[in-house]
């Protein structure tokens, strides 16, 4: 189901949102982490490290397998795979998915697959039931997250975890000092990022994205209604967590803990 949509973006099929997902992320490689930042520094690393052994802790006694979809270049996969569970990573693109691919240690081979497939049809030929679901950063680029989020729900043994990782948030920043605050922060630290960037000679992307992060065209997700998606569907919501996510560390610190803006979140959710 697809809300506030305003009619620009109404010419936007879930083919072409798929499209232009293919396009965009065949221009990734090696660097994609490098270029994202803000999933790798001391602040963000910390809330994967918590979030990634609450999920072992809540999945633990049954030992069952996990399934990650929109896996790209290895980001949640590798935590889970060298905390030694199996899992089955899915991803549209064959360039993230041969990035990954290239990262997985010998001795963990046994217990990864690979496939490149979109969600929707991944879903239609995959019938196994899991012990965890997660995805991050994936929601935003999908024409339909509700109907994908339903259909995997479906795909979780009961006492199985649903984890939904560092999704951009819709935030309303109600007080105009914070929001200038917020703004000139964020402009601070693109700008330094850009610069690290150019010195690294990696090249920025994010122009390309306008079409395929498409949920962020109605201004990101509602965490409330990704949790009602849930709920419906008979699972009990353990944590919504929301914080602010900026390419450095120290600029996720205080936008999170000084100016209390929020622009990312994640939620766990069990069966
Ligand atoms: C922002 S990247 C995140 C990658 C990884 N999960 C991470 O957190 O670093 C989004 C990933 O979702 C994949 N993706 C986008 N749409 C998809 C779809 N419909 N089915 C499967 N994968 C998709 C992209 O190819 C890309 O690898």
């Not at 929109?70 to 990573?89: A, D, H, P, S, V």
């Not at 024409?143 to 479906?154: A, G, L, N, R, T």
């Not at 690294?200 to 409330?224: C, N, T």
Request: charged fraction near 30%.
């Amino acid at each position: 189901m697809i809300q506030d949509m305003n009619p620009a973006e109404a010419t936007l099929t879930r083919e072409k949102v798929l499209e232009e997902n293919k396009r965009v992320h065949k221009l990734e490689d090696q660097s994609y982490l490098d270029r994202h930042p803000e999933q790798t520094n001391f602040f963000q690393a910390r809330i994967l490290n918590k979030t990634v052994n609450q999920v072992c802790s809540l999945i633990k006694p049954m030992k069952g397998d996990i399934l990650e979809l929109g896996c790209g270049t290895g980001y949640l996969y590798l935590e889970f795979l060298k905390r030694g569970y199996k899992i089955t990573g899915v991803d549209l693109s064959a360039e993230m998915i041969n990035v990954l691919e290239s990262r997985i240690p010998k001795n963990c081979e046994k217990r990864s697959k690979l496939v490149v497939s979109d969600v929707e049809s991944f879903a239609e030929i995959d019938d196994k039931k899991y012990s965890a679901i997660v995805v991050s950063a994936l929601l935003h680029h999908l024409y339909d997250y509700e109907s994908v989020i339903k259909m995997y729900c479906e795909r979780l043994i009961p006492g199985g975890v649903f984890l939904v990782f560092f999704e951009p948030l819709k935030q309303n920043i109600n007080s105009s000092i914070r929001y200038t605050m917020h703004k000139t922060l964020a402009g601070i630290d693109e700008s330094l990022y850009r610069q690290q960037m150019m010195r690294k000679r990696i090249s920025v992307l994010d122009g390309e994205y306008h079409h395929a992060d498409y949920q962020r065209q109605f201004g990101g997700i509602d965490p409330h209604r990704v949790a009602d998606v849930f709920t419906k569907e008979g699972l009990k919501i353990k944590k919504i967590e929301k914080y602010c996510a900026r390419r450095f560390g120290l600029s996720s610190l205080l936008a999170t803990c000084l100016f209390k803006t929020q622009n990312t979140f994640n939620l766990l959710a069990e069966k």
